[in-house]
T-cell receptor, first 114, second 113 residues
Framework: GESVGLHLPTLSVQEGDNSIINCAYS??????FIWYKQESGKGPQFIID?????DKRQGQRVTVLLNKTVKHLSLQIAATQPGDSAVYFC?????????????FGGGTRLMVKP | DTEVTQTPKHLVMGMTNKKSLKCEQH?????MYWYKQKAKKPPELMFV???????INESVPSRFSPECPNSSLLNLHLHALQPEDSALYLC????????????FGSGTQLSVL
């Protein structure tokens, strides 16, 4: 079946550096993508989303890039801080009348070194 | 109020017990979800409720029984669970069905002995 996956399971960065977390998806029907951050003992927290009619979207310190040609999604975090340490999941969504079919990728653990 | 509240936070139960997980949101969202998350794995969809009606069941065993009493509440009734059902159970909601972001609760960490 089609699925969402990540290239790197663990990413270690120095505080202040920029982080890039990558995600590959294979379902060409997906038209909405979300990045979630999950800290230990907590539920996934929404970071940023992007629809398939866009290729870039910026938030506060975060940017999501979507390359539909190669089915690739990335999350860029500027000036990474210790509080950014968490597991990051990309997710693709095939919404329909029955409900959001949010499918998560495998997750990348981001570790920020002080 | 932008929170999804789940209770209890932790639950330990035996295989013969019956227990319920509860979820509540007051954002006026009309879609609610149950996800299961094993350690170091991504969340996996179990059920979707749309306008208080079950719209998606991802082939979940009948020992898990969802219930949506009203638009703000979502329950997951548990009966005769197995040790492999031990996981973090996450509730989420979204404004509508379709392409909308999901708001997640903090989950209930379930241990089945």
């Amino acid at each position: 079946g089609e699925s969402v996956g990540l290239h790197l399971p663990t990413l270690s960065v120095q505080e202040g550096d920029n982080s890039i977390i990558n995600c590959a998806y294979s379902n060409s029907a997906s038209d909405y993508f979300i990045w979630y951050k999950q800290e230990s003992g907590k539920g996934p927290q929404f970071i940023i989303d992007i629809r398939s009619n866009m290729d870039k979207r910026q938030g506060q310190r975060v940017t999501v890039l979507l390359n539909k040609t190669v089915k690739h999604l990335s999350l860029q975090i500027a000036a990474t801080q210790p509080g950014d340490s968490a597991v990051y999941f990309c997710a693709e969504n095939i919404g329909n009348d029955a409900g959001n079919m949010l499918t998560f990728g495998g997750g990348t653990r981001l570790m920020v070194k002080p | 109020d932008t929170e999804v509240t789940q209770t209890p936070k932790h639950l330990v139960m035996g295989m013969t017990n019956k227990k319920s997980l509860k979820c509540e949101q007051h954002m006026g969202h009309r879609a609610m979800y149950w996800y299961k998350q094993k350690a170091k794995k991504p969340p996996e969809l179990m059920f979707v409720y749309s306008y208080e009606k079950l719209s998606i069941n991802e082939s979940v065993p009948s020992r898990f029984s969802p219930e949506c009493p009203n638009s703000s509440l979502l329950n997951l009734h548990l009966h005769a669970l197995q040790p492999e059902d031990s996981a973090l159970y996450l509730c989420a909601s979204s404004p509508w069905t379709g392409n909308e972001k999901l708001f997640f609760g903090s989950g209930t960490q379930l241990s089945v002995l």
